[in-house]
T-cell receptor
Framework: GENVEQHPSTLSVQEGDSAVIKCTYS??????FPWYKQELGKRPQLIID?????GEKKDQRIAVTLNKTAKHFSLHITETQPEDSAVYFCAASISGGGADGLTFGKGTHLIIQP | DTEVTQTPKHLVMGMTNKKSLKCEQHMGHRAMYWYKQKAKKPPELMFV???????INESVPSRFSPECPNSSLLNLHLHALQPEDSALYLCASGRYTGELFFGEGSRLTVL
């Protein structure tokens, strides 16, 4: 089955700086790559996703890049703010998100230092 | 309505008890999921229901028994659980082409 590796496990950045989280996946058939943000005691919430026919996607301060050849994808957060502090999970799916669920990376605890 | 509703929010049970977790969505999604999440770990897939049929069982012990009575409801029946089964149980629903919507979860403690 799919295996997703995520780095780093903890990332501390100064408020206003950028943060980058990286993931690799093992199954070249995977074609859907979402990123979820989970605040303490809350549910995971989708913040951005990308499909294998696209190399980059941006939504305000958040962007995701995908390199299919290298089988890795990254989350970029610019101008970080205190409310960005959370655990971020990358995930991958073969079927586009639905039929086989998602395989998650181990998560990155992002800490925004004031 | 973009909500997935889970009940109860908290559950404490003994190892000999039988209890159920419930999940409901009214977004017309035909795929529903149970995930288990331990503290500081990612969600771990347990079951996938597709059009009300069990399509994936990730080698989950039989003390967990899922049920999908209709396209809006998903249950997880619990019996003879172990303390190591204590976790946050997340229900999710989604379309086949995109986002999974997660409920708030049911936090289970097994004594």
């Amino acid at each position: 089955g799919e295996n997703v590796e995520q780095h780093p496990s903890t990332l501390s950045v100064q408020e206003g700086d950028s943060a980058v989280i990286k993931c690799t996946y093992s199954d070249s058939a995977s074609n859907y790559f979402p990123w979820y943000k989970q605040e303490l005691g809350k549910r995971p919430q989708l913040i951005i996703d990308i499909r294998s026919n696209v190399g980059e996607k941006k939504d305000q301060r958040i962007a995701v890049t995908l390199n299919k050849t290298a089988k890795h994808f990254s989350l970029h957060i610019t101008e970080t703010q205190p409310e960005d502090s959370a655990v971020y999970f990358c995930a991958a799916s073969i079927s586009g998100g639905g039929a086989d669920g998602l395989t998650f990376g181990k998560g990155t605890h992002l800490i925004i230092q004031p | 309505d973009t909500e997935v509703t889970q009940t109860p929010k908290h559950l404490v049970m003994g190892m000999t008890n039988k209890k159920s977790l419930k999940c409901e969505q009214h977004m017309g999604h035909r795929a529903m999921y149970w995930y288990k999440q331990k503290a500081k770990k990612p969600p771990e897939l347990m079951f996938v229901y597709s059009y009300e049929k069990l399509s994936i069982n990730e080698s989950v012990p039989s003390r967990f028994s899922p049920e999908c009575p209709n396209s809006s409801l998903l249950n997880l029946h619990l019996h003879a659980l172990q303390p190591e089964d204590s976790a946050l149980y997340l229900c999710a629903s989604g379309r086949y082409t995109g986002e999974l919507f997660f409920g708030e979860g049911s936090r289970l403690t097994v004594l």
